[in-house]
């Protein structure tokens, strides 16, 4: 299993990002897919996750600013980041886990694939 991510970079406060995840070789049909982020000195937190069939579930504080959305046929996971804040900035990771139900979890050890991560820089 493989997944890339790709779009991260540096932004001013108030900016926008849209990440990448290409995944491949997965083993699954039922399925979810979710980023996580990890800032320096800072636990690992959930952002978003969306099941193939297109459940979604946000973390509290990215509710209205971002949005995960998925294309099935190109395997590919995307997040759209508005209005980021200094407090954005992290390595994000996208996941993907086998789904035993339609929604998909926020939780780290629930899923069985990383990405390497992208960086995100917020400058205030």
């Known amino acids: 299993v493989q997944l890339v991510e790709s779009g991260g970079g540096s932004v001013q406060a108030g900016g926008s990002l849209k990440l990448s995840c290409a995944a491949s070789g997965y083993p699954y049909t039922n399925y979810y897919m979710g980023w996580f982020r990890q800032a320096p000195g800072k636990e690992r937190e959930g952002v978003a996750c969306i099941h193939v069939d297109g459940v979604t579930q946000y973390a509290d504080a990215m509710k209205g600013r971002f949005a995960i959305s998925q294309d099935n046929a190109k395997k590919t996971l995307y997040l759209q980041m508005d209005s980021l804040q200094p407090d954005d900035a992290a390595l994000y990771h996208c996941?993907?886990?086998?789904?035993?139900?339609?929604?998909?979890?926020?939780?780290?050890?629930?899923?069985?694939?990383w990405g390497q991560g992208t960086r995100v820089t917020v400058s205030s």
């Open positions: 996941a993907i886990s086998r789904a035993y139900a339609g929604w998909c979890s926020l939780n780290a050890n629930n899923y069985d694939y």
